[in-house]
């Protein structure tokens, strides 16, 4: 730990008996800081650092830059150190105020670790009453994070999970401050690539919070181009607004050589400039790991005074200042921050609320089939787009169904007949293509089949030579227009099933988005694969079966008591018989150029007798053909009757019926009732997860909760 693993074994002078501070830790914090920072301590003390990005100090740099001698320096406390040997895990410092003294290790572990492992390492915690016995802890603490495990073959160079440290007394400032491991630049014999980008990880997760003051530490042994540390912070910080250069080891360098002097100018801020500048420190030296930290402040002091770094301002070298330093950056940086914290853990709160509350699956699933779409949860990642694809607009699930169902009524008009005959009276076309045809099928359909009205009685003609009887000439059998019609119509069944097929899979994906929306994972799994799936199967193929039993009456002779069909046939008649009057009229009359007119003006005579012989000579004497315009005119009559009466059993009795309506009530409250105590059990028994997600999810609720009330207490009290 520090710029080091393992303890040395020395006892140092200044290691205190008791949990005891010097007055200048104390310059930390003023009371009106501390009034302030105790509104975070209190609401890292609930536990909501876990949930939310609390304001705290992370010291950072390259590997032996000097970072946990500054951490030593500033907190007073005499970690054990070891010149040869890294920081190999984050450790976070957590100074408290308390009515009396205490230091407790704790280790919290990597999520990623295996559960059974995660709950081995969060029972580990050790309380001690004096700094002597902080090494021995330590070492129980890296043990159970398999850093120095002897029995390993190839133990862990480095690990994810967090030291914490948390000491309390009456005169400790209120204060967290974090080490993470250096940044390390090549593979050596004990540290591999994955050791190296394992490091830089680390380093990225605590500095990119944006609530963190970043005390980027380079060391003046080594270039400070070269220094990976530099490059992380302008990453994430690129104004250098909550970054501290701070320049370790000055005493290194050679007195009047070029590197002091670069390195002086970078503690003047003119090389790399961050707003929140830069600050010197001498560290101990090899040969002063016994000094005291009084010590240890009193040879910083003497070699600043003497060397080139004397003309900074005062308030940019030196442990003290230093202090006094943070404090003041920490306070302004928390008052900036308090009003974003507490939006962002009201935030957290709702999020964590509605996570825990599975129970508004049937009131939700009820409003959507209803077309109520008043709730928040409609309004959820609002899509102004109508698209089938989309979530937000599937959980509209009854606007889904209607323009569903629309389309499928446009699709039978426009692809349903297996003829489109073009006749010369437009008005008695049986349902022209039109620009829209098939724009809600997701499959590919034929087309209607063109043919011209000779077509059309010849195919008629046909029908009555295979379907002749002992009916007089002129006239037909019945049931050639029954034969007429079930071939016009045979495209029916087939768009009716896709219609089916896909409005189920919208109701399905509805009620998987709901699901996921409002329930676990483990809780969705087992609501789908109990009481969903099946139930939805079921209503779906009852909806086929509904839908063969239309069909059976659309394939049975045709049965009507609608006068629109006698209304179609007279019509058909009308227009005809209008057409050939007309003619015998047109061609009945003469056009005679006006006596003594200059102009083309002519005059109209109608020979009235001659365009009554022409209409009752037009009469077609072909007996057959007579008999298909008959026919032919029954079936455009018989067709566009069953064609609504069709349509309109398709999207009430089939889909309606069948697969929308009830949609909720596949697991309603009364479903939840009937089922026996084995169901409920087998539903409600939490996996291991989903119970320490459900514990989790409570606890943070409460945990926010508390965190609330303390901030409505400080932004109502303090003006910011």
């Given at each position: 730990?520090?710029?080091?693993?393992?303890?040395?074994?020395?006892?140092?002078?200044?290691?205190?008996?008791?949990?005891?501070?010097?007055?200048?830790?104390?310059?930390?914090?003023?009371?009106?800081?501390?009034?302030?920072?105790?509104?975070?301590?209190?609401?890292?003390?609930?536990?909501?650092?876990?949930?939310?990005?609390?304001?705290?100090?992370?010291?950072?740099?390259?590997?032996?830059?000097?970072?946990?001698?500054?951490?030593?320096?500033?907190?007073?406390?005499?970690?054990?150190?070891?010149?040869?040997?890294?920081?190999?895990?984050?450790?976070?410092?957590?100074?408290?105020?308390?009515?009396?003294?205490?230091?407790?290790?704790?280790?919290?572990?990597?999520?990623?670790?295996?559960?059974?492992?995660?709950?081995?390492?969060?029972?580990?915690?050790?309380?001690?009453?004096?700094?002597?016995?902080?090494?021995?802890?330590?070492?129980?603490?890296?043990?159970?994070?398999?850093?120095?495990?002897?029995?390993?073959?190839?133990?862990?160079?480095?690990?994810?999970?967090?030291?914490?440290?948390?000491?309390?007394?009456?005169?400790?400032?209120?204060?967290?401050?974090?080490?993470?491991?250096?940044?390390?630049?090549?593979?050596?014999?004990?540290?591999?690539?994955?050791?190296?980008?394992?490091?830089?990880?680390?380093?990225?997760?605590?500095?990119?919070?944006?609530?963190?003051?970043?005390?980027?530490?380079?060391?003046?042994?080594?270039?400070?181009?070269?220094?990976?540390?530099?490059?992380?912070?302008?990453?994430?910080?690129?104004?250098?607004?909550?970054?501290?250069?701070?320049?370790?080891?000055?005493?290194?360098?050679?007195?009047?050589?070029?590197?002091?002097?670069?390195?002086?100018?970078?503690?003047?801020?003119?090389?790399?400039?961050?707003?929140?500048?830069?600050?010197?420190?001498?560290?101990?030296?090899?040969?002063?790991?016994?000094?005291?930290?009084?010590?240890?402040?009193?040879?910083?002091?003497?070699?600043?005074?003497?060397?080139?770094?004397?003309?900074?301002?005062?308030?940019?070298?030196?442990?003290?200042?230093?202090?006094?330093?943070?404090?003041?950056?920490?306070?302004?940086?928390?008052?900036?921050?308090?009003?974003?914290?507490?939006?962002?853990?009201?935030?957290?709160?709702?999020?964590?609320?509605?996570?825990?509350?599975?129970?508004?699956?049937?009131?939700?699933?009820?409003?959507?089939?209803?077309?109520?779409?008043?709730?928040?949860?409609?309004?959820?990642?609002?899509?102004?787009?109508?698209?089938?694809?989309?979530?937000?607009?599937?959980?509209?699930?009854?606007?889904?169904?209607?323009?569903?169902?629309?389309?499928?009524?446009?699709?039978?008009?426009?692809?349903?007949?297996?003829?489109?005959?073009?006749?010369?009276?437009?008005?008695?076309?049986?349902?022209?293509?039109?620009?829209?045809?098939?724009?809600?099928?997701?499959?590919?359909?034929?087309?209607?089949?063109?043919?011209?009205?000779?077509?059309?009685?010849?195919?008629?003609?046909?029908?009555?030579?295979?379907?002749?009887?002992?009916?007089?000439?002129?006239?037909?059998?019945?049931?050639?227009?029954?034969?007429?019609?079930?071939?016009?119509?045979?495209?029916?069944?087939?768009?009716?099933?896709?219609?089916?097929?896909?409005?189920?899979?919208?109701?399905?994906?509805?009620?998987?988005?709901?699901?996921?929306?409002?329930?676990?994972?483990?809780?969705?799994?087992?609501?789908?694969?109990?009481?969903?799936?099946?139930?939805?199967?079921?209503?779906?193929?009852?909806?086929?079966?509904?839908?063969?039993?239309?069909?059976?009456?659309?394939?049975?002779?045709?049965?009507?008591?609608?006068?629109?069909?006698?209304?179609?046939?007279?019509?058909?008649?009308?227009?005809?018989?209008?057409?050939?009057?007309?003619?015998?009229?047109?061609?009945?009359?003469?056009?005679?150029?006006?006596?003594?007119c200059q102009s083309d003006h002519v005059s109209a005579t109608v020979d009235v007798d001659d365009a009554v012989r022409r209409y009752t000579q037009e009469a077609d004497p072909d007996m057959e053909n007579f008999g298909c315009e008959e026919a032919l005119d029954c079936l455009f009559a018989i067709y566009k009757v069953s064609q609504k009466t069709f349509i309109a059993n398709v999207t009430t009795q089939m889909i309606e019926r069948h697969i929308v309506r009830g949609l909720e009530k596949i697991f309603s409250p009364v479903v939840v009732n009937r089922l026996s105590a084995s169901e409920v059990e087998r539903i409600v028994s939490e996996p291991a997860s989903a119970k320490r997600q459900r514990e989790f999810l409570e606890d943070r609720i409460e945990k926010l909760k508390q965190g609330q009330g303390i901030f409505r207490n400080v932004m109502g009290s303090t003006a910011f």
């Amino acid at each position: 730990m520090g710029d080091s693993e393992h303890l040395d074994k020395r006892h140092s002078t200044a290691c205190v008996e008791e949990l005891n501070i010097t007055p200048s830790l104390e310059n930390l914090q003023t009371d009106e800081q501390r009034r302030v920072l105790d509104t975070i301590a209190q609401v890292r003390k609930c536990g909501l650092d876990s949930i939310l990005s609390l304001p705290q100090l992370v010291v950072c740099g390259d590997q032996s830059a000097g970072k946990s001698s500054v951490l030593e320096a500033l907190t007073e406390i005499p970690f054990p150190r070891n010149d040869n040997l890294c920081t190999r895990f984050a450790t976070e410092i957590i100074l408290r105020r308390a009515t009396v003294n205490s230091l407790t290790i704790k280790v919290i572990p990597d999520p990623k670790r295996p559960t059974p492992e995660q709950e081995s390492i969060k029972s580990f915690q050790e309380s001690i009453t004096d700094f002597d016995k902080l090494p021995v802890t330590m070492d129980a603490a890296m043990a159970i994070m398999g850093l120095n495990d002897s029995s390993i073959s190839n133990p862990k160079a480095f690990a994810r999970d967090v030291l914490s440290v948390e000491i309390e007394g009456p005169s400790r400032p209120q204060l967290t401050l974090a080490d993470i491991p250096g940044l390390i630049q090549t593979e050596t014999k004990g540290v591999t690539k994955a050791d190296i980008d394992l490091v830089a990880q680390i380093t990225d997760q605590y500095i990119s919070q944006s609530r963190t003051i970043c005390l980027a530490v380079v060391s003046a042994t080594h270039d400070y181009a070269n220094q990976k540390i530099l490059t992380k912070v302008r990453e994430v910080d690129p104004e250098g607004e909550r970054t501290l250069g701070i320049i370790t080891k000055p005493d290194r360098l050679p007195r009047g050589s070029g590197s002091e002097k670069a390195f002086f100018a970078l503690a003047r801020n003119e090389d790399v400039f961050l707003k929140l500048g830069w600050h010197v420190l001498k560290n101990r030296s090899f040969e002063e790991t016994t000094d005291s930290l009084m010590e240890r402040n009193i040879s910083e002091t003497s070699y600043i005074r003497n060397s080139i770094f004397s003309s900074l301002p005062e308030e940019c070298w030196g442990i003290d200042s230093l202090r006094l330093r943070l404090s003041s950056l920490l306070f302004e940086h928390v008052k900036q921050e308090l009003p974003n914290l507490q939006e962002d853990l009201g935030k957290a709160l709702n999020d964590a609320k509605k996570q825990l509350d599975v129970l508004n699956y049937y009131e939700i699933c009820k409003a959507a089939v209803g077309g109520h779409y008043e709730g928040d949860y409609f309004h959820r990642d609002a899509d102004q787009t109508f698209s089938l694809t989309s979530s937000a607009t599937i959980r509209r699930v009854r606007a889904v169904v209607q323009f569903m169902n629309t389309g499928f009524s446009d699709n039978i008009r426009a692809n349903g007949h297996k003829y489109h005959i073009s006749m010369k009276v437009k008005s008695a076309d049986m349902g022209q293509p039109t620009a829209s045809d098939g724009k809600h099928l997701n499959r590919t359909f034929k087309k209607p089949i063109r043919i011209s009205k000779d077509g059309a009685l010849e195919w008629v003609s046909g029908a009555i030579t295979r379907t002749r009887g002992k009916e007089l000439i002129r006239n037909f059998n019945p049931l050639l227009v029954s034969e007429l019609f079930w071939e016009q119509c045979s495209n029916w069944h087939q768009l009716a099933v896709d219609h089916a097929d896909q409005v189920a899979a919208i109701c399905r994906e509805f009620l998987n988005i709901l699901l996921t929306d409002e329930c676990s994972n483990d809780v969705r799994s087992c609501l789908w694969l109990t009481q969903i799936e099946d139930v939805f199967k079921a209503r779906h193929e009852a909806a086929l079966q509904e839908l063969d039993r239309i069909m059976e009456d659309v394939r049975s002779y045709p049965i009507n008591y609608n006068h629109y069909y006698t209304d179609v046939i007279n019509k058909r008649r009308q227009e005809r018989q209008t057409k050939n009057l007309a003619d015998c009229v047109k061609d009945a009359t003469t056009h005679t150029l006006l006596p003594g007119c200059q102009s083309d003006h002519v005059s109209a005579t109608v020979d009235v007798d001659d365009a009554v012989r022409r209409y009752t000579q037009e009469a077609d004497p072909d007996m057959e053909n007579f008999g298909c315009e008959e026919a032919l005119d029954c079936l455009f009559a018989i067709y566009k009757v069953s064609q609504k009466t069709f349509i309109a059993n398709v999207t009430t009795q089939m889909i309606e019926r069948h697969i929308v309506r009830g949609l909720e009530k596949i697991f309603s409250p009364v479903v939840v009732n009937r089922l026996s105590a084995s169901e409920v059990e087998r539903i409600v028994s939490e996996p291991a997860s989903a119970k320490r997600q459900r514990e989790f999810l409570e606890d943070r609720i409460e945990k926010l909760k508390q965190g609330q009330g303390i901030f409505r207490n400080v932004m109502g009290s303090t003006a910011f």
